[in-house]
């Protein structure tokens, strides 16, 4: 027996309360069972923090965690089991440590080593990818190298048809000397059974249908979604576009085939940041494998550009709930998209790295293709405007046969291994609140102003006497000259006898004050800031700065901005409350650049003093206008 408090090898000491040769001396509450979370990294951590609520209220018993020490992603383990608040049991104290149940997301270390019962459950949509052989010492999928001969053959495939096995399903992963390591491995719905029994006839014995915890919180997070979109800055109008990835060299983030450049690229180019929101979800493999630092720096031009990136622990669901269309691969994520109705494009599929009679693999039959190098506006609007909403009803009845309710499955399934009585209120998973913005790893970066440089195309359009201006407003990020972008669409709604787009449009530069690169300040038409304290000052000065520019503007609220026009005038451009009384926001320096483009083609500005309408993509956006003499 280990000494009390005695380091291993330089490595963390031992806990002395609530667990340890001493605990019963130092707990207050001695008596309790132990429930361990087996944290494998941040991928699987994240589906623990799920079920953890299951124990909530319940003074019987003292939840611990530890980490296996065997991924090779350990990097954000020790902040996440911090914030989880739990006592966290060194790797060979918790082998050491007698509990009444264990829960692992991953069947990643030694977990044959656990003293207690053991439940393992999925970390992802069931069981689909192939994986070598595991390396026994970690019992840690080695990507690196196959092991042929004990690969799985598929039913009725020749004596040479050979592939990696399941992971999660087969042999190699789930018996230690014949026998199964858990003593219950949770599946979400019966096609994982049928494959268990095919693949490894002894541990499905140790088989629970107890639905999908991530599903059943996506799923009901979907009312709020009007909500989630506000909160994300999607206006009335827009589209918010979801790329995701999984990890790997063969997902959509990897540089096997090597979509990713092109597809940041028209991302940020191709789509009117007026009419397109973009997040970015990427796998928390590829943020802790290569640094989040690292990360961050080869997606800057594209956040510069407007690309939202969601953390590693972000508000994720959220963000797919709240989304229009996904972009992505063969992991969990886009499936969960398909599976509440999302249109799916498939940027990257690599069907030889799946099981075909899994449900992922499904999704590649179903689910139409991205065309690396072709415009991608037109692959989204064919995308929506063949979409069904039931298109994907086979993978969502495939995502749980118990959808709503994994939580009393699950908590029954907990307890009953605990041979404990459940607690009286009902079993239940936290619901997923607004995305928060902030400085937090768990929120979505505060949103920040367009920082690329904008090319801008207008259209003063006609109208009759009585009726205010209509200004149509198309602006790219980071402009690469006129020929490159198509002309603003009509908005279909208006009454066309009173709206006629002029033959021709007006291109001008507007350039964010704040730009990484200055140098891209002498070619702006209009210059851009974002600040609430003293904006006339700034304008004033801005317009001395830039002598080259012909307008400074100031976004001064969600829902104004302030310009200060070549003669020295101020004019406030507020969105106008609608027959609801709500204001239909979007970026308020749009509302600049119809002004730019107003005073551009000699129009009077007092003209404006009766209203203006920005139309953005389908959108009309209506103004107010005040114009301030200088002093």
């Known amino acids: ?57 319940d003074p019987r018993v003292q939840c611990l965690a530890t980490c296996t020490g065997s991924s090779p992603y350990l990097h954000g383990v020790p902040e996440l089991l911090a914030d989880a608040g739990l006592p966290v049991l060194p790797w060979d104290q918790a082998v050491e440590t007698p509990v009444d149940l264990a829960v692992s997301a991953s069947y990643g270390g030694e977990l044959e080593r ?28 080695d990507t690196g190298h196959r092991t042929p001969d004990t690969g799985s053959r598929e039913p009725g495939a020749g004596p040479d048809a050979v592939r990696a096995p399941v992971f999660g399903l087969s ?10 390591i858990a003593t219950a491995t949770v599946l979400s719905h019966p096609e994982q059974l049928a494959r268990l ?18 599903f059943d919180r996506l799923l009901s997070a979907l009312p709020h979604r009007d909500s989630f979109r506000r909160t994300l800055g999607v206006s009335a109008g827009q589209r918010l576009v979801v790329v995701n990835s999984t990890w790997g060299p063969r997902s959509l983030f990897g540089d096997a085939n090597d979509v990713l450049p092109w597809l940041l690229e028209s991302l940020t180019r191709e789509l009117p940041v007026d009419s397109y929101r973009r997040c970015a979800v990427l796998h928390p493999n590829i943020w802790h494998g290569h640094g989040p630092g690292q990360v961050r720096a080869w997606l800057r031009h594209a956040e510069r550009a407007g690309l939202t990136v969601v953390p590693p622990l972000g508000p994720w669901r959220q963000v797919l709930a709240a989304a229009d269309a996904v972009i992505g691969d063969h992991g969990s994520v886009t499936y969960y998209a398909a599976a509440i109705g999302t249109p799916v494009l498939l940027g990257a599929f690599p069907e030889e790295d799946l099981d ?3 449900p992922v693999a499904e999704l590649g039959r179903m689910a139409p293709r991205l065309r690396p190098y072709e415009p991608l506006p037109r ?111 009509p908005n279909p709604s208006a009454d066309p006898a009173a709206d006629h787009p002029s033959p021709q449009a007006a291109a001008h530069t507007a350039v964010h004050e704040d730009t990484p690169d200055p140098t891209r300040l002498a070619l702006a038409d209009l210059v851009l800031h974002d600040s609430r304290t003293e904006p006339e000052a700034w304008t004033r000065a801005a317009m001395r700065r830039h002598p ?15 310009v200060r026009i070549p003669d020295g005038r101020l004019v406030t451009l507020t969105a106008a409350p609608g027959a609801d009384g709500h204001r239909d926001l979007c970026d308020p320096a749009v509302y600049a650049s119809a002004l730019y483009a107003w005073y551009e083609r000699g129009k009077p500005i007092d003209e404006l003093l009766g209203g203006l309408v920005v139309v953005t993509g389908r959108t009309d956006h209506h103004l107010q206008v005040t114009i301030t003499p200088p002093p």
């Open 1 to 57: 027996m280990r000494r009390v408090g005695e380091a291993v090898a330089d490595g963390p000491r031992w806990l002395r309360v609530p667990v340890g040769p001493e605990a019963a001396q130092w707990s207050t509450r001695a008596g309790t069972a132990r429930v361990l979370f087996v944290v494998h990294n941040v991928t699987s951590a994240t589906r623990l923090l799920d079920v953890l609520p299951l124990f909530d209220a």
């Open 171 to 180: 042999p190699e992963w789930l018996l230690r000397d014949g026998e199964p």
């Open 197 to 214: 029994r095919y693949a490894c006839p002894p541990a499905a014995r140790t088989a629970v249908l107890a639905g999908d915890p991530c």
């Open 356 to 358: 075909p009679a899994s």
């Open 379 to 489: 692959q989204l609007d064919a995308l929506l405007a063949r979409h069904h909403p039931d298109r994907y009803a086979q993978l969502t009845a495939l995502a749980s046969s118990s959808p709503g309710a994994s939580a009393a499955l699950l908590r029954r399934t907990f307890y009953g291994l605990m041979g404990l009585a459940e607690p009286g209120p009902p079993a239940y998973l936290p619901r997923l609140l607004d995305p928060a913005y902030g400085g937090r790893a768990s929120e979505i970066p505060s949103a920040a102003p367009l920082l690329a440089p904008l090319h801008v195309l207008t259209h003063v359009r006609d109208r009759r006497p009585a009726a205010p201006p209509r200004i149509a407003v198309t602006r790219h990020a980071d402009g690469l000259g006129t020929a490159a972008y198509p002309e603003p669409a």
């Open 548 to 562: 080259h520019c012909a307008m400074a503007a100031c976004v001064t609220a969600p829902d104004t901005c302030l």
């Open 114 to 141: 656990v003293k207690g019962k053991l439940a393992i459950l999925s970390h992802g949509i069931g069981y689909n990818k192939r994986l070598s052989t595991p390396d026994t010492g970690h019992r840690t999928p």
